[in-house]
């Protein structure tokens, strides 16, 4: 693992300790929207093939067991929660566990498969962020019938929202689909996707969150499965899609300053994940892993949800070594790499 990298993680433990009292996490609660990188199980409970509730997803999760969650383990989600003091994550609002005491700690709405632009969502008949945003209006109300309406609200105004969305909008739906990309441009696609993203935080925004944290596209070029599929059989990162991501980024960081300046008392960071997993990718050895072009699940070249099953031929033996759990998702190891790479970046909304 790199100097730098050392750093980062010394830094987030001490933060933990100075900041983190009698056990208390930094912040009332936690709320979490997007897609796959955030799942924690809510496409269980919907129909959809965008699921990942079966081996050997989960592998290295708590009792080994699969939840929904589109890794062999923890989440960078999952891995901030415990950053800022949770000993337990969010549960996915679909779940038989977000119910009674288990909601003051937060819910996940978060759905695999879903963008900021709605179409992207309808396609898999997964749930779309207005869909999520409904969601946490119901939450709101549950909320309320358990803590009363001053208890709730100082929840809702104080606690740390996660929004990560806009991969899937890309590479699930606008580089495959010729009724967009026939029809807009890729600028202008990023375009109606970055007005979507702000509808969505000004939504947000209007009922109550104040503390949000945005992640940025990753390297999309550099994904196992998008290497092969858009890759042109050279086993490199596509440069085209990554340049795609870094200018759709910064129309991100452009919108969000006007967001931050527009409503009063809105702290939005944006969360850099783009630079943290290029780093991953172009340089394992330098962060501590051996494999950064194939996953480990099945050939580890395209496998993704039904596609990553328990008879997946070659799925590794340890998940450890890789950057890549399936073809588009992250493992556990490099999860915790970016979640602590992003705590810097992050620490104003719990401080």
Known sequence: MRFSSCLVASVVYLLMEVYVVNGQPLVPAMFIFGDSVVDAGNNNH????????????????????????????KLAADFTAENIGFTSYPPAYLSNEARGNNLLIGANFASAASGYYEATAKIYHTIPLSQQLKYFKEYQAKLVK?????????????????????????????????????????????????????????????????????????????????????????????KKMNEDAVSFNNKLNDTSLILQNKLSGLNLVVLDIYQPLYDLVT???????????????????????????KKSVGTCANATEYVFWDGFHPSESANKVISDSLLASGISLVS
């Open 46 to 73: 919907i129909k959809t093939i965008v699921k990942a509730n079966f081996p050997p997803y989960g592998r290295d999760f708590l009792n080994h067991t699969p939840t929904g969650r589109f890794c062999n383990g």
């Open 146 to 238: 358990i803590v009363g309406q001053s208890n709730a609200s100082s929840i809702i105004n104080g606690s740390v929202y996660l929004v990560n969305s806009g991969s899937s909008d890309f590479v699930q739906n606008y580089y495959i689909n010729p009724l967009l990309y026939k029809v807009y441009t890729v600028k202008e696609f990023s375009d109606i996707v970055i007005k979507s993203y702000a509808t969505f935080i000004e939504e947000l925004y209007d009922l109550g969150a104040r503390r949000i944290g945005v992640t940025t596209l990753p390297p999309l070029g550099c994904l196992p499965a998008t290497i092969t599929i858009f890759g042109s059989d050279i086993n490199e990162c596509v």
């Open 283 to 309: 340089k394992p050895s330098d962060n501590g892993f051996a494999e950064a072009r194939k996953a480990c699940c099945g050939t580890g070249l395209l496998e993704t949800s039904i596609l990553c099953n």
